[in-house]
């Protein structure tokens, strides 16, 4: 493989090596000619690389950021997981008009946090194309724990496509980067390792479904990085035997989740998504995109390491070494056999799921987390379409003011609060006049659709598949465990008693022997969450979408159809993830935190992305302590881009009289 990448490789191991200056930064967006597979291609890039600059800040600075645009088209840059200003958040459209092409922006806001973080454009499929890099806050105080070193370590995954064409491909064929289908020969394979029957009734269950257990990722073929380096290149990080070294792993893929693992070490799980959790000992873990977790290692040998970080499709690795010098490489692991997905690692949804084509009422927001009734007709979900995010992303100058005295649902979509209003303390334009309980109904045309079959992608109801029985303590509600009537009633369960799942996290279990995988369930946040009030009201959110159009949707509504989930500022809210679907869908909630629900009390880990693996329910509590207009989307990219995306609204409310 050629590896004179004009940028892409030197580049940006300069930029990991040298962040910028504290307090003020420079970055400029352009296209460049970028070789990472061999092949010139054309990319985006920040600073000219790819990916762009580490930005070093420190907790209690006030940062001035100018990003300049030159491209021929709009752009952005969104601070990922920063608590800052609505309308420094940088998403065209609900934070500012977005950066026109030659044009610079400049951002400020107060740094209130620190850890390891991301930032990356939100206009477009820029993203995929390389806008994106590091961000890392150091702490005011010291950490809880010690090292002697630190590396950056971005995962990214890099396609010679045009992402507009991979986009294309996917909706004309779902399964178009499926790769691995099952033959006629894994037909009598199986049927030799497991007997006629079973193999014949696991055939007939996913035709019913019209799925396929080789889907397990929607893009395959990608050329997977390590700071922008593929893996041949060989990205490596020094150590002296006996240090303590910090490795920041940050999850910058458009749409690949990683398992990463090194050989010969343990690692020490310190961080997850910048927030410090107590010390969790592990083999493995799977990063979701969007995701960060930092892990300290302690290597004791004269010897290098390998940094392992497989595809969960096992389609590709990105790989870097831990080495005493430069120029020293370990073994790299022999790829596993890529993974068929079972009716478990699907929730085994699909009896559970069955009710839901039946008309299940389901409203975006429940009072007291109880659903009132609400049906749309059989089929009445709408079509979902790349074109309908358009209006979110390339159209500066179509905002429109949400006049004083509206409500919140009668704010437009792709409307936005003036910046005077959305910006860092000035909240008096976010009051929401409130209707008489307008707070406590559903918004008019929220009930979710009846969900038939055939619109996720199913072909027929309730195969018979095994039941997982939920588990107590700190064990997992399920979509599939929910019986119709629970479904229907949607009341919130005790806290404490739910978690995402164990080792599958991400869908899938990483059964491969390894003594411990990371899960959800073992982060504790080390400092206590500064609101322990129960949530006064729960949010139904349902990952839908259509597999063979290839759309995603909540609630079953596309982007434009759909109202915002509105949030009286200050209140607290459960938000109930039911993943309808056969995907992982990593949630990310701009500018709050989610607490995610998995038994710790006031030491829930504090999150910006939350998975939500296939056929699963998670729960995650939220203060909205934020004012302002907030994206909320599934981060794989195309995802976003067909239609997981909502706006949430955090106002002031102003009860008025009946």
Known sequence: MR??????????????????LAGEYDLVIEEKTVNVTGRERPAMTVNGSIPGPVLRMREGEEVTIRVTNRLSELTSIHWHGILLPANMDGVPILSFDGIAPGETFTYRFPVKQSGTYWYHSHSGLQEQSGVYGPLVIDPAEPAPYRYDRE????????????????LSNLKKQSDYYNWNKRTVFDFFRDVGDKGWDVTVRDRLDWGAMRMDPTDIADVSGYTFLVNGQPPAANWTALFKPGERVRLRFINGSAMSFFDVRIPGLRMQVVQADGQ??????????????AETYDVIVEPKKHRAYTVFAESIDRSGYARA??????????????????QILTMADMGAAHGGMSGMQHDMPAQDQQPGGAHGAGHEPPGAMPAMDHGSMGGMQHKPGTQKTWPAGDTASDQ???????HSAAG????????MPMQHGAMQEAPAGGGATAMGHSAMGHGSAGQPAAQPMEQ???????AAGRSGPEHVGHQMPPRGETAPAGAAHGGMAMDDGSPKILSYADLRAVVPNYDTRPPEREILVRLTGNMERYFWSINDKK???????????????????VNETMMNHPMHLHGMWMEIENGNGANNPRKHTVNVPPGQTVYADVTADALGQWAFHCHLLYHMDTGMFRTVVVANVVAQAE
Do not use: C, N
């Open 276 to 289: 410090d959790v107590a010390p969790v000992t592990v083999d493995k873990f799977r990063i979701a995109v």
């Open 151 to 166: 590396y950056v370590v971005m995962l990214s995954d890099w396609t010679d496509e045009d992402p507009h064409r991979v």
């Open 559 to 577: 982007f434009s159809k759909a109202e915002p989930i509105k949030l009286r500022h200050g209140e607290r809210v459960r938000i109930k993830f």
């Open 3 to 20: 590896l004179k990448g004009i940028l892409v490789s030197t580049l940006a191991a300069l930029a990991v090596a040298g962040p910028a």
């Open 424 to 431: 860092a303390g000035d909240h008096s334009g976010m009051t």
């Open 472 to 478: 107590e303590g700190h064990g997992i509600a399920t």
């Open 321 to 338: 070494t831990l080495a005493p010098r430069e120029g020293m490489a370990a073994e790299i692991p022999t790829m596993r056999p890529r």
């Open 412 to 418: 437009p979509q792709g409307s936005t609060a003036p």
